[in-house]
């Protein structure tokens, strides 16, 4: 396996290399470039090179000629490469270097790229990742949204094929402008932020901690939060309430900030939508909230008793004894009864600016606008009404430059009444600025970044942006606007967004760059395309996760009408429309991309039944509901198989047909069947947590519901076994039946 070097080759670099030292490893390296350092101190056998025609072709060439080949290279081949006017020209003559073919891979990144193109992108460079051994990846260099790019793409890869600890993420930044010394600096942490996102986004979305409750390390505060994911998935709406209720009177003990304001800002909302007293009702729109559509739906009609209701509900309740509803019947009553009068959500646009070295501002014209500016957002103020204005800058003295210039550019009549400098303390640098940016602009309101930048600076500034921008009343629309400033600013700025919208906080309504496209014309350049991907893959690994559906997703719409087919059919435990949709899987021919080909291929591993038995066909859709964690539904088809299997009398009232077999099997001890009675009583509790969630009885219940799903999976086996006897348990039943009648008979 190669150990790759990841970077985007820049240009003018051999003037770079003889102007600047560089700092790797504490240790100075003079009149070297940092590249002329990572070719010397790491150890890599394959570069994986961004870049395009402008890029020192030639500066890499003879890096890798000295490494190589452990000579210089000729200066003809050189100057060769400075002249080549095209990317598969210099592809072809690295490849025809019998030593160097073997070395590189070289990729031309477009931001403009087709969604199709970018998810082959993906993919190619998925495979070149997983299949190598460590990987150091530079961002220092290339467009800016190249490494917002490349870190994402590494975050879809580690914790599945590849381990996190095999990456090394570099970036090379200015550390004395007077005497041209930069530094390369670690930025793993971003990696282990976008981890920890992946693993608290579960809970912020479906109330699910599983996958994060390791990062936590208060016992008290993990066990809470399970009680409240389980005590959600089982429909126990008394248990539910009290926990969420008793959750603010303890005092609990966070490993970092967003811990705190994540888990505190979503158990907040979720209990502002339960009612003030505990009804039947009291968990409709909780559920909806976390995409529980089939529970919300049996608190509708428990609190109704909808008669339009009851056979839905008896289809998610009675899964095995019901034939299930047509596929647009169900869609049909979802719609009336959830989302006819539903408002939709409301986002308050906020715009965030970097602010970089304002002495470089440059008066440029937007022509679409007939615009003329020092500012490049201004082209975003004026089509768009924005609540608030983020600028982000460091602790520096460009800020009275900016504030100058708007002034004069505004023209307006303002008395300064502080030089924004070095002068003030760093602890209310940010309090003064943004006393003298409010008379710019009232909506202007200054994020102020720590200069040293360090691995606590950089967390430290993410809880102010999560500060800033979570809410519990409202949701922020983000423009970010990335045109000034360092890359790795611009890149820490995006990952926190990101990250807070994987949690489910904020929306990322656009990532744009405003760059000089001709001398004194700039243009607006939207990279919506790699966000809008990046996005994809995380909404389809939820759906394999946990079968839930996002309307969001951005891929095609017959696909889509399948997904949400099936995760609604799914959900609402309707395992016999789930068969009869086999041909309609297998016969799918939709498919415009390769992750919709993977979306596809896990559809048909995943929901087409593999033997004809319709036991069989419910024991593999039990076993799939406990993969999703939808425990209610697991529970309502176990004790639905019991009753069903094990008597297969059937009984048109199904509340009827449940209440004469469990009492069968009460006394069934006593017509000769000691070992199923005695299965009945080893797991009677799961059918009285059943019952809670079926029917909300609010009565409370106190089982260890942390290991039911493993429960569920014993009974299941045990079944198994007793089901070979069930002619003789079904003999039993109709004499239980008779002699019922005979004792009523002497009743009377």
């Not at 890096?63 to 050189?78: D, I, Q, T, V």
């Not at 009290?242 to 505190?264: G, M, P």
Request: with cysteine.
């Amino acid at each position: 396996m190669s150990n790759i070097l990841m970077f985007s080759l820049g240009n003018k670099l051999n003037e770079k290399s003889q102007n600047t030292s560089c700092i790797f490893n504490n240790q100075m390296y003079p009149n070297k470039y940092f590249l002329e350092v990572y070719f010397q101190k790491i150890d890599f056998d394959k570069i994986i090179c961004f870049g395009n025609f402008n890029s020192s072709w030639d500066f890499l060439y003879k890096l890798m000629y000295l490494k190589y080949y452990g000579e210089k290279a000729s200066e003809e081949n050189l100057e060769f490469l400075k002249e080549i006017p095209d990317l598969e020209t210099i592809k072809e003559f690295f490849l025809n270097d019998k030593k160097l073919k073997d070395k590189i891979i070289i990729k031309y990144f477009e931001e403009d790229l087709a969604k199709k193109e970018m998810i082959d992108y993906i993919y190619e460079l998925q495979k070149l990742i997983i299949n190598s051994g460590k990987i150091w990846v530079d961002i220092t260099g290339g467009k800016r949204d190249l490494p917002i790019f490349i870190v994402q793409l590494l975050n879809l890869v580690v914790g599945k094929n590849y381990k996190k600890d095999n990456i090394e993420i570099l970036y090379t930044k200015e550390k004395d402008r007077d005497k041209k010394i930069f530094e390369t600096i670690s930025l793993k942490d971003f990696l282990d932020k976008l981890d920890y996102t992946d693993e608290i986004s579960a809970f912020s979305k479906y109330a699910c901690p599983i996958k994060f409750l390791g990062r936590l390390k208060d016992n008290s505060l993990k066990n809470i939060l399970k009680d409240i994911y389980i005590y959600t998935q089982y429909n126990l709406t008394n248990e539910l309430v009290e926990c969420l209720r008793n959750f603010k009177s303890q005092k609990w003990e966070y490993t970092v900030y967003i811990q705190k304001k994540i888990i505190e800002t979503k158990i907040e909302q979720w209990k502002n939508l339960l009612s003030k007293t505990l009804e039947k009702d009291t968990l409709l729109d909780y559920h909806l909230e976390l995409s529980n559509e089939p529970l919300g739906m049996i608190a509708k009609y428990e609190a109704t008793n909808s008669s339009n209701l009851r056979n839905i509900r008896n289809n998610i309740v009675h899964p095995y004894s019901t034939k299930g509803i047509s596929h647009e019947l169900l869609e049909k009553i979802i719609e009336e009864n959830f989302y006819q009068n539903t408002k939709k959500e409301k986002y308050s646009e906020v715009l965030i600016v970097n602010i970089g070295n304002t002495n470089n501002y440059e008066l440029v014209k937007y022509e679409k606008q007939d615009l003329t500016t020092r500012f490049s957002f201004k082209t975003l103020i004026k089509d768009n009404k924005f609540e608030k204005i983020f600028l982000i800058g460091v602790y520096s003295n460009v800020w009275n430059k900016f504030i100058d210039n708007w002034i004069l550019e505004e023209n307006l009549n303002i008395e300064r009444e502080n030089d924004i400098t070095k002068d003030i303390p760093e602890k209310e640098f940010e309090k003064i600025l943004n006393k003298e940016l409010k008379k710019l602009n009232k909506k202007f309101e200054a994020i102020v970044i720590n200069n040293s930048f360090s691995e606590i600076e950089r967390n430290k500034y993410f809880e102010k942006m999560a500060e800033k921008l979570i809410r519990t009343d409202k949701r922020y629309s983000i423009t970010y606007d990335f045109t000034f400033s360092f890359r790795d600013i611009s890149f820490l700025n995006y990952i926190n967004l990101h990250c807070l919208e994987l949690l489910g906080m904020i929306r990322i309504k656009r990532l744009i760059y405003i760059p000089i496209v001709k001398k004194g014309i700039v243009d607006i350049k939207d990279m919506d395309t790699i966000n809008s991907v990046m996005n994809l893959f995380k909404t389809v690994d939820e759906f394999k996760l946990y079968n839930k559906f996002d309307e969001k997703i951005d891929i095609n719409d017959e696909l889509k009408k399948l997904m949400k087919k099936l995760s609604r059919i799914y959900n609402f435990n309707q395992i016999s429309i789930v068969d009869k949709m086999k041909n309609e899987i297998e016969n799918f021919n939709f498919i415009e991309n390769k992750i919709e080909e993977n979306i596809l291929n896990f559809i048909k591993e995943k929901y087409i039944y593999k033997g004809s038995n319709k036991y069989f066909k419910a024991k593999e859709t039990l076993k799939n509901q406990l993969s999703f964690n939808n425990f209610a539904q697991a529970l309502f088809l176990l004790w639905d198989l019991i009753l069903k299997m094990l008597i297969e009398k059937d009984i048109a009232d199904k509340e009827k047909e449940q209440k004469i077999k469990k009492a069968f099997l009460e006394v069934s001890s006593e017509y000769g069947h000691k070992e199923l009675y005695n299965f009945y009583k080893k797991y009677e509790y799961l059918n009285i947590i059943r019952n809670e969630g079926a029917h909300i009885n609010l009565k409370g219940i106190y089982f260890p519901l942390e290991k039911i799903d493993k429960e569920i999976q014993s009974c299941l086996e045990e079944l198994d076994i007793l089901i070979e006897n069930k002619e003789q348990y079904n003999k039993s039943f109709f004499q239980y039946e008779k002699d019922l009648k005979i004792k009523k008979k002497g009743k009377i």
